[in-house]
């Protein structure tokens, strides 16, 4: 009986030992499954146990009672209600940083495989800010055709929000316009993003030339949302000719700017690229104002910390090579806006 029990105590010891050499989460590993994480991700990232069952195809219920059997495994609870959104507790945004980890992790081993296998496949994951959604759309359109297996999601959002993902290490890359300096981020300029002065096409000014930032300043304007990065642009250019604008309203998004716009409520200051669809014989027109159009770039930004797998590499080489045709595509609707204004004021001279 005696040397039963030292035979079981020794394969206690050596399980024991195996363990802590593969510093294995023996806890986590037999009370936490993959979907589970899935599961928990999606509400850390989503804010809702709705938006996370209609993402994975879920019921609501299953998608709450999966949370609760992680709270009940971990003995924490992992989310809290705040401002009617679900947000990770202390514990929770250990587990989510976590859960990012490994799904990166475990995402750039199924492109590796695929590039063992010959295969161009893996997640492309993007977030963009409001106004590269009129040119990131068209390329990831032409990528998808050039790498058809590559699963791609686009997040679009305001400046404030993209950062907020950035920080969470959400997505695999971003578009951004105005950049600071980062110890921690890549930042690599690859297209033009021009910013212009848009106006009503009856609206007086469209027969002026020469507009002054002091003459705009007397006009009813239109902003964007606090958060967006067009309206630090606006109020950055009125704060350092020493004005106030007369803000009329506040909006939040392009498309709302350019109705009020046509609407008659004011003039406003939007990105060029907002204009590609309606072109330059759309209701809106782009005044001649001194020092604009603004010359901006767009930008590709990632965190240094991670580790760009094969196709978001492969993508940024893809991306790089549309600077020139973007800007191209910018020349000329500016060159067409030109024709149109060289046309009107010909018109009026000869009146």
Same mark, same amino acid.
């Given at each position: 009986m005696s040397s039963t029990k030292e035979e079981v105590k020794k394969k206690l010891e050596d399980e024991r030992d195996l363990n802590a050499v593969g510093d294995t989460p023996d806890q986590l590993l037999r009370h936490l499954t993959l979907r589970q994480l899935q599961i928990f991700e999606a509400i850390a990232r989503l804010g809702s146990y709705t938006k996370a069952a209609e993402e994975l195809f879920l019921t609501q219920p299953t998608v709450s009672m999966q949370i609760k059997k992680m709270s009940d495994s971990i003995d924490l609870p992992l989310f809290e209600k705040v401002d009617r959104k679900h947000r990770p507790t202390e514990v929770g945004e250990e587990l989510y940083h976590a859960t990012r980890a490994m799904f990166d992790i475990l995402n750039d081993l199924e492109s590796s495989i695929a590039e063992y296998k010959g295969l161009k496949r893996g997640k492309l994951r993007l977030g963009v800010i409001t106004t590269a959604k009129y040119f990131a759309p068209e390329i990831l359109g032409e990528f998808c055709k050039k790498y058809p297996e590559v699963d791609i999601s686009l997040e679009v959002t305001n400046r404030d929000r993209v950062f907020e993902r950035l920080n969470r290490g959400e997505d695999d890359l971003y578009i951004m316009g105005r950049m600071q300096e980062e110890p921690g981020l890549v930042s690599i300029p690859f297209a033009p993003n021009p910013v212009v002065i848009i106006a009503g096409k009856d609206h007086p000014l469209t027969r002026e030339r020469n507009i002054s930032i002091e003459r705009l300043a007397q006009e009813p304007f239109l902003l964007r949302e606090p958060g967006?990065?067009?309206?630090?642009?606006?109020?950055?250019?009125?704060? $350092?000719?020493?004005?106030?604008?007369?803000?009329?309203? $506040?909006? =939040?998004?392009? $498309?709302?700017?350019?109705?009020?716009?046509?609407? =008659?409520? =004011?003039?406003?200051?939007?990105?060029?690229?907002?204009?590609?669809l309606e072109g330059a014989t759309g209701p809106v027109d782009i005044l001649d104002v001194e020092g604009f159009p603004l010359q901006r770039e767009w930008y590709l930004v990632y965190s240094k910390e991670r580790e760009l797998s094969l196709i978001v590499q492969e993508f940024l080489d893809y991306i790089n090579g549309k600077g020139l045709e973007i800007e191209e595509k910018m020349n000329k609707l500016l060159a067409d806006f030109d024709l149109i204004h060289q046309e009107r004021w010909r018109e009026l001279s000869q009146a």
């Open positions: 967006s990065g067009i309206r630090d642009i606006t109020m950055r250019m009125f704060r $350092e000719n020493g004005l106030n604008p007369k803000v009329r309203m $506040e909006l =939040g998004s392009n $498309e709302a700017i350019k109705h009020a716009v046509v609407g =008659g409520l =004011g003039i406003s200051m939007l990105s060029l690229h907002t204009l590609t």
